[in-house]
């Protein structure tokens, strides 16, 4: 289930390759930033609060996804 936060659309949960993930969002011009599901608040991946979501504008979703699902790991 895909979650909502206001504009902000979920396309990645994996905590450990958030940053990544965000990177190669930010590569393919998807303005993207991390949000700390255990504080509720957008924060850096390093601190160990919890799974770290990966979140783009709902404009963009489909295209974030599909970049996603197409990464080359």
Do not use: F
Request: proline share 3%; aromatic share 4%.
């Amino acid at each position: 289930e895909t979650k909502t936060y206001g504009s902000l659309i979920e396309v990645s949960e994996a905590a450990r390759e958030a940053e990544l993930v965000k990177g190669l969002l930010e590569s393919a011009g998807v303005s993207a930033m991390l949000k700390d599901e255990t504080l509720s608040a957008v924060t850096s991946p390093y601190l160990p609060t919890g799974d770290v979501l990966v979140m783009v504008n709902k404009e963009e979703e489909v295209y974030a996804k599909k970049v996603v699902s197409e990464r080359k790991v």
